[in-house]
């Protein structure tokens, strides 16, 4: 790898090696995202978090079928295993 | 189209599509995942499976920046292209 642009990457899987005990972003397949401390993770990105906050994302319509404006429902689990095949990004969140 | 080898120049266009993905780690790309959103960004490393590390990631759906990312995975399952978005 003749790239030096991040700092010891040389597969995708280590971006989410450095973020293990960081807050993670996850985003699911189904609308949803969730954000937690991330514990453990494997090849198949099935994903161990703690404090985590999941986030369901709405988008209703009217009768006539005109769509509503976004809407999104919470709520907070201390500990979910997240099965790696519905998962479609993985950021560290910036803060 | 000139003649009939189907041998590649020595540049980058022509080859294999290994040697392409290889080509383009470090440049601008797009990355379109198979929900129809793109994800713009600096290609930092791929592998086998088209999992994708991504830096200075935008995401672009319907038209729009809907959201920024630093640093960014992308489960290969997801992903229906990868383009150049800076020449090779």
């Given amino acids: 790898m003749d790239d030096a642009t ?6 995708p899987l280590d971006l ?54 976004p809407r999104a429902e919470r709520r907070n689990v201390e500990m979910l295993f997240v099965r790696g095949d519905g998962v479609i990004l993985i950021s560290p969140t910036q803060q | 189209m000139s003649s009939a080898s189907p041998e590649p120049d020595a540049g980058a266009a022509a080859g294999s599509p290994s040697e392409f993905l290889k080509n383009i780690v470090g440049k601008r790309v ?3 995942i198979g929900s129809g959103v793109d994800y713009h960004g600096l290609l930092t490393c791929l592998d086998g499976y088209m999992n994708v590390a991504l830096e200075e990631t935008e995401e672009w759906a319907g038209g729009r920046k809907t959201a920024e990312y ?17 020449d090779l």
């Fill in chain 1, 16 to 69: 989410v090696k450095l973020s293990l005990g960081e807050r993670v972003f996850i985003k699911l397949r189904g609308d949803r995202t969730v954000t937690g401390v991330l514990h453990a993770y494997d090849a198949h990105m099935n994903v161990v978090l703690s404090q985590v906050e999941e986030t369901i994302h709405f988008v209703d319509v009217t009768e006539e079928g005109n769509p509503l404006p």
């Fill in chain 2, 70 to 86: 630093g640093d960014c995975f992308l489960r290969g399952n997801n992903v229906l292209y990868i383009s150049a978005l800076e």
């Fill in chain 2, 30 to 32: 797009k990355v379109r």
């Fill in chain 1, 6 to 11: 991040n700092t010891g990457i040389s597969e």
